[in-house]
């Protein structure tokens, strides 16, 4: 891993950090300095994190109450969050608009509850850091939906509104507060995750050595060769 962006004294949140890309994000936003806190459901698949130096929490981020009490051990802990990388997610689909269940929008759903309540328990956090950054990782079938996959664009879709309208607040809070952004919230579209998770961390990592105003609201595409497509 070369020309990294300096990372030290920076901290990270990693939500759904026991996928591939989680794995992948710690690796490389340690080795950059950034201090790494890496939540998920299972402690025993958050231990190879541990290993990393990542500090781990396990919990259930579609959970309200357990994601504001994560916000005030780390406020205790005095750990502020420079930023939040969204990991959370999953698979569910197939047999056109027909075979959208239920079941499968309720297995899908959890990712969007958790960016909200991540999203509201640490924006003063990112909004109070020198550079807040949060991410989430979305799907190219937000453009083209296809009936099949009905439910997982939806959910997809309903993170990036989410996702902008948090832009726009930051946009908004620094206008009010004459004063320069500092804090960016962007999205990264991937048409599958699987061997994207190196490009992705380092893409993420990056996401300090740009400029805020550059970066908020935006969404980055990435491809299978790992070119980034704006």
Same mark, same amino acid.
């Given at each position: 891993?070369?020309?990294?962006?300096?990372?030290?004294?920076?901290?990270?949140?990693?939500?759904?950090?026991?996928?591939?890309?989680?794995?992948?994000?710690?690796?490389?936003?340690?080795?950059?300095?950034?201090?790494?806190?890496?939540?998920?459901?299972?402690?025993?698949?958050?231990?190879?994190?541990? !290993?990393?130096? *990542?500090? $781990?929490? =396990?919990?259930?981020? +579609?959970?309200?109450? /357990? #994601?504001?009490?994560?916000?005030? %051990?780390?406020?205790?802990?005095?750990?502020?969050?420079?930023?939040?990388?969204?990991?959370?997610?999953?698979?569910?689909?197939?047999?056109?608009?027909?075979?959208?269940?239920?079941?499968?929008?309720?297995?899908?759903?959890?990712?969007?509850?958790?960016?909200?309540?991540?999203?509201?328990?640490?924006?003063?956090?990112?909004?109070?850091?020198?550079?807040?950054?949060?991410?989430?990782?979305?799907?190219?079938?937000?453009?083209?939906?296809?009936?099949?996959? !009905?439910?997982? *664009?939806? $959910?997809? =879709?309903?993170?990036? +509104?989410?996702?902008? /309208? #948090?832009?726009?607040?930051?946009? %908004?809070?620094?206008?009010?507060?004459?004063?320069?952004?500092?804090?960016?919230?962007?999205?990264?579209?991937?048409?599958?995750?699987?061997?994207?998770?190196?490009?992705?961390?380092?893409?993420?990592?990056?996401?300090?050595?740009?400029?805020?105003?550059?970066?908020?609201?935006?969404?980055?595409?990435?491809?299978?060769?790992?070119?980034?497509?704006?």
């Amino acid at each position: 891993m070369t020309d990294l962006t300096d990372l030290s004294g920076r901290t990270v949140l990693i939500a759904g950090a026991t996928s591939a890309s989680g794995l992948a994000a710690t690796r490389v936003l340690t080795a950059a300095g950034a201090r790494v806190v890496a939540t998920g459901r299972s402690a025993e698949k958050l231990a190879p994190l541990a !290993a990393q130096g *990542a500090r $781990v929490d =396990a919990l259930d981020l +579609a959970d309200e109450p /357990a #994601v504001l009490a994560l916000a005030r %051990r780390l406020r205790h802990d005095r750990v502020p969050i420079d930023g939040l990388l969204h990991l959370v997610g999953g698979w569910r689909g197939g047999g056109g608009l027909a075979g959208q269940t239920e079941d499968d929008y309720r297995a899908l759903e959890p990712s969007f509850s958790a960016l909200r309540h991540l999203s509201r328990a640490f924006d003063e956090d990112l909004r109070a850091s020198s550079a807040g950054r949060l991410a989430i990782v979305s799907s190219t079938a937000v453009a083209r939906p296809l009936a099949g996959g !009905a439910n997982y *664009a939806a $959910v997809k =879709a309903a993170g990036e +509104a989410w996702t902008r /309208a #948090v832009a726009q607040g930051y946009a %908004r809070s620094a206008r009010e507060a004459g004063t320069p952004l500092r804090a960016a919230a962007v999205i990264f579209r991937v048409r599958a995750l699987a061997g994207l998770e190196e490009r992705l961390a380092t893409a993420c990592a990056g996401l300090w050595g740009a400029e805020a105003a550059a970066l908020n609201d935006s969404t980055i595409e990435l491809d299978q060769e790992g070119r980034r497509t704006p």
